[in-house]
Every structure is written in structure tokens, then in C-alpha cells.
């Protein structure tokens, strides 16, 4: 199956800096890759997504990028505010397929 | 339309217990997932409905495990004779067939602690 792997696993930055979450891929079958944030007790909200033949997509501060031929894809967020301290998950699927990989999350702290 | 909703949100059972975890999805989603997600980890697919038919399951989901959805609509999840390696969240989450890119809509999850 496939393997997602995420780093770092807690990342720290000041508020107003940006952010930047990378996730790698282990089945080259894999075509579409949604970032997921998720906040205390609740569960994980769709935030971007990017299918394969894209290789940037970009949401007001939030932008994706992905590399096929490396496998591996990030998330970037600009002008960081407190209330984006969260966990983020990436996550892979293969067409067609009906389940999702999820990288382990990376834990989001804003200092104001 | 309010979501996905589970219930309850969380659940303190005593080991060897059953439970019953339900799942409401969004109406008009008739394809339904539930996940499992321990602590510091990404969420674990554990099974998958389109309508009413379990179409996948996990090697997760031993014999004690087992999921409905009886009329397409809701779901149940149960546990029967519950291990503290059961304690976890358990996400619901559902999406539409329609494309191949999508993404799921998750509930807000039960949080089973096994004592």
C-alpha cells in the first residue's frame, strides 16, 4: 500500500512568518493529495487539495505544491496568525481508490 | 445541512464492554468511511460504505469489530469486548461519488477510553 511520510512532526514560528510542511509518497499511483487541519477535540477539515497534474495551487495564504517526479508535496502558509496553530495531516489517494494515507500530522504553533 | 455529526463524543467504557459508536453523514454524501486516529497519529482507514454496502475493510477491523449501514443513511460502528488497545478517536466521514477528486468531510469524532 501506500506510505506517507510527514515532517517535521511539531514546527514553531512567529506570527506573520510562514510555515512550511513537507510530505513524501511512496506509490507513484497516488494523484490526489489533500492537507487536512485539525483542531483540539474536533475532527480534520479539508483546507487545499491538488490532484497530479497540477504542480502548484494557491488559497489566499495557503499554497500547495507538488513534485511527481520526487514524490513528494508541501504545504506552505504565509503571514502565519495564531488561529492557524493546529494539527496538519496530508494525506494520498489513488484514483479510483476509495481510502486515504495520512501522514502522522505536524503540530502548527503561532506565537503571537 | 449540519455536518457530519457522531455521537456520542466521547465514551469511558471498562474493558471487555461493547459499544456502539453512530455516524450521521452529510444527506446528500452516499459514500461513508470510518477511521480510526490514536494519539500523535494520522487517521487509519478502518472501513467504507457506498449506500448501504460495506465495500472495504481494513486488516484493522478484527472480528470484534463491526460496522452497518443499515438503509444507506446513518451508521453504526460496534466494539464488542473492548481492549484498552481499542482506546482511540473514531472518525465518520462522508463524501459525494461524483469525480474522482474529492475529499471527505470528517465528523468531530468519539474519543473511546478503555479502562
Known amino acids: 500500500g501506500e506510505n506517507v511520510e510527514q515532517h517535521p512532526s511539531t514546527l514553531s514560528v512567529q506570527e506573520g512568518d510562514s510555515a512550511v510542511i513537507k510530505c513524501t509518497y511512496s506509490?507513484?499511483?497516488?494523484?490526489?493529495f489533500p492537507w487536512y487541519k485539525q483542531e483540539l477535540g474536533k475532527g480534520p477539515q479539508l483546507i487545499i487539495d491538488?490532484?497530479?497534474?497540477?504542480g502548484e495551487k494557491k488559497d489566499q495564504r495557503i499554497a500547495v505544491t507538488l513534485n511527481k517526479t520526487a514524490k513528494h508535496f508541501s504545504l506552505h502558509i504565509t503571514e502565519t496568525q495564531p488561529e492557524d496553530s493546529a494539527v496538519y495531516f496530508c494525506?494520498?489517494?489513488?484514483?479510483?481508490?476509495?481510502?486515504?494515507?495520512f501522514g502522522s500530522g505536524t503540530k502548527l504553533n503561532v506565537k503571537p | 445541512d449540519t455536518g457530519v455529526s457522531q455521537d456520542p463524543r466521547h465514551k469511558i467504557t471498562k474493558r471487555g464492554q461493547n459499544v456502539t459508536f453512530r455516524c450521521d453523514p452529510i444527506?446528500?454524501?452516499?459514500?461513508l468511511y470510518w477511521y480510526r486516529q490514536t494519539l500523535g497519529q494520522g487517521p487509519e482507514f478502518l472501513t467504507y460504505?457506498?449506500?448501504?454496502?460495506?465495500?472495504?475493510k481494513s486488516r484493522l477491523l478484527s472480528d470484534r469489530f463491526s460496522a452497518e449501514r443499515p438503509k444507506g443513511s446513518f451508521s453504526t460502528l460496534e466494539i464488542q469486548r473492548t481492549e484498552q488497545g481499542d482506546s482511540a478517536m473514531y472518525l465518520c466521514?462522508?463524501?459525494?461519488?461524483?469525480?474522482?477528486?474529492?475529499?471527505?468531510?470528517f465528523g468531530s469524532g468519539t474519543r473511546l477510553t478503555v479502562v
Open positions: 466521514a462522508s463524501s459525494p461519488t461524483t469525480g474522482p477528486f474529492y475529499g471527505y468531510t
Open positions: 506509490d507513484s499511483a497516488s494523484n490526489y
Open positions: 491538488i490532484r497530479s497534474n497540477v
Open positions: 494525506a494520498a489517494r489513488k484514483y479510483n481508490f476509495n481510502k486515504f494515507y
Open positions: 444527506s446528500e454524501h452516499n459514500r
Open positions: 460504505f457506498q449506500n448501504e454496502a460495506q465495500l472495504e
